[in-house]
């Protein structure tokens, strides 16, 4: 058996694993070969859902706080949720 691993990053709307995505992005390793993510969009509702269908949370946001006027301003997406699960392969 080849394990490989698939990654899912969901960005939500607030640093509870209860909120909803604001985006995610999702990488294969198994090329396509290991079970897909739910069709809906976004493809799970809260980040408790996701660990509800087996992912895994690797990492979660650290706290932070936004400074006066600057709650407007463009940069990365705060509440970065990271998951993975490892897909067996067949030889």
Known sequence: MKLRQQVLYL???EGALETSPVAWAFHDGSA???PPLPEAEPPYASGVAA???GWLLLQSPAPYALSPGQEHGT???ANEFVFERRI???D
Request: proline residues 0%.
């Open 11 to 13: 960005w939500l709307a």
């Open 32 to 34: 396509g070969a290991g």
């Open 51 to 53: 660990l509800e269908d």
């Open 75 to 77: 940069s990365y997406l």
């Open 88 to 90: 067996e392969l067949s």
